[in-house]
T-cell receptor, first 114, second 113 residues
Framework: DAGVTQSPTHLIKTRGQQVTLRCSPI?????VSWYQQVLGQGPQFIFQ???????GRGNFPDRFSARQFPNYSSELNVNALLLGDSALYLC?????????????FGNGTRLTVT | SQKIEQNSEALNIQEGKTATLTCNYT??????LQWYRQDPGRGPVFLLL?????KEKRKERLKVTFDTTLKQSLFHITASQPADSATYLC????????????FGQGTTLQVKP
């Protein structure tokens, strides 16, 4: 079975630009979460979507937005990029939306903002 | 505010020994705690989930304990192998009705042959 797939794997953008990251969950998983991981730190929660509805939002500015499609895939959008947005962006899927449902992560999109 | 702390310094041990990693938390009363493994350039991989009333859970060479009084979880790898070298993350749930996890910063384990 295919795991969580993310695209692109690497991305270089300039300050002020906009970026869209994509995620396909494991087949049958209805929950998708997005995390940001800065080098040397643990992942930090950005969003969770379940059945196309937002279930949670982390402490990120409104420049960050996301959505989930009918096939449960998801996109993360970041507008007006800042240098500090440079990080590994991880997508994770799970069958349920609750906290006792282990997360299955993709290998992330490495975003570099110059 | 809620805080999770893991040893920031790398843990270096000899092959065959038991590795013990620590996760401490404050201002928190989680019902569940999870451990993940992360290799360089890869996403975290789920290892174990332990409930607050389980105290201890095992999976092959892995053992996790959960002490809600000390607000601490210990993660043990017995008979460690060089292939166990990775960063290990503990995670606690952020709210009861979502899957939001709050991760520690991770501890890097290096097992030397």
């Amino acid at each position: 079975d295919a795991g969580v797939t993310q695209s692109p794997t690497h991305l270089i953008k300039t300050r002020g630009q906009q970026v869209t990251l994509r995620c396909s969950p494991i087949s049958g998983h209805k929950s998708v979460s997005w995390y940001q991981q800065v080098l040397g730190q643990g992942p930090q929660f950005i969003f969770q979507y379940y059945e196309k509805e937002e279930r949670g939002r982390g402490n990120f500015p409104d420049r960050f937005s996301a959505r989930q499609f009918p096939n449960y895939s998801s996109e993360l959008n970041v507008n007006a990029l800042l240098l500090g947005d440079s990080a590994l962006y991880l997508c994770a899927s799970s069958f349920y939306s609750s906290y006792n449902s282990p997360l299955h992560f993709g290998n992330g999109t490495r975003l570099t903002v110059t | 505010s809620q805080k999770i702390e893991q040893n920031s310094e790398a843990l270096n041990i000899q092959e065959g020994k038991t590795a013990t990693l620590t996760c401490n938390y404050t201002n928190y009363s989680p019902a569940y705690l999870q451990w993940y493994r992360q290799d360089p350039g890869r996403g975290p991989v789920f290892l174990l989930l332990i409930r607050e009333n389980e105290k201890e859970k095992r999976k092959e060479r892995l053992k996790v304990t959960f002490d809600t009084t000390l607000k601490q979880s210990l993660f043990h790898i017995t008979a460690s192998q060089p292939a166990d070298s990775a960063t290990y993350l503990c995670a606690l749930h952020g709210s009861s009705n979502t899957g939001k996890l709050i991760f520690g910063q991770g501890t890097t384990l290096q097992v030397k042959p």
